[in-house]
């Protein structure tokens, strides 16, 4: 049988990621996400349909331009300097079934490479599900995971493929923090401030006597 090669972004026959797309990418202004997490891009138009092809329809051949757009975000931001090894935030063991792979470590493996340093799976995580489809509360408390022991000043890259409010990123400093690693945080995409805005917890006003 013979399957077609279709465009993640628009769904152009030819190759994984059409030159137009491709483009599209590039013309995108840096997407920071704060909380000393670093984001590439936003995860908007044809960059949220290249992550969900990667993630729902197995579109893999996406993933080394991906890793190669987040390696250049790394050396513009001098974020790559001294790092000594490469790992990834864990997406839950049933969507790594689901899909029949994990999509930030397929990322991560390739930004490894490029940097040409180690790549290790360092963290566990807590069965808790995915983050996909959980309530406001639940995704601002983040999944927990544990790191592996002897990192002691080790400078860990940490990669995602989208954060949204941040909390994966920054349970996953803390555990490699709790083991005496640096953590830097790296995630492709970057959900736009106005999604993150609804995540947020909600502030009580106290009520204004009449």
Not at 5 to 23: E, H, Q, V, W
Not at 169 to 176: T, V
Request: proline content about 5%; glycine content about 10%.
């Amino acid at each position: 049988m013979f399957f077609e090669t279709r465009c993640a972004g628009c769904d152009k026959p030819g190759s994984a990621i059409c030159t137009t797309c491709r483009f599209a990418l590039l013309g995108q202004a840096p997407h920071d996400h704060g909380d000393g997490i670093i984001a590439v891009l936003p995860f908007t138009g044809r960059v949220r349909s290249i992550v969900l092809g990667l993630k729902y329809r197995n579109r893999r051949a996406v993933t080394r331009h991906l890793a190669g757009l987040v390696v250049n975000r790394l050396v513009e931001t001098r974020a790559h300097e001294g790092v000594d090894v490469v790992t990834w935030a864990p997406t839950s063991a049933q969507r790594r079934r689901e899909r029949g792979f994990d999509q930030s470590e397929l990322i991560a493996r390739t930004v490894a490479r490029q940097l040409g340093v180690p790549c290790r799976r360092l963290l566990d995580r807590s069965e808790t599900g995915s983050q996909t489809g959980r309530s406001r509360a639940e995704r601002l408390s983040g999944p927990g995971f544990a790191a592996r022991p002897g990192l002691a000043g080790r400078n860990v890259l940490v990669v995602d493929d989208v954060v949204t409010t941040g909390a994966t990123l920054r349970s996953a400093r803390s555990a490699l923090a709790e083991q005496g690693a640096e953590a830097t945080l790296v995630a492709f995409a970057a959900t736009p401030e106005r999604r993150r805005a609804e995540l947020r917890p909600v502030r009580e006003v106290s009520p204004v006597a009449a």
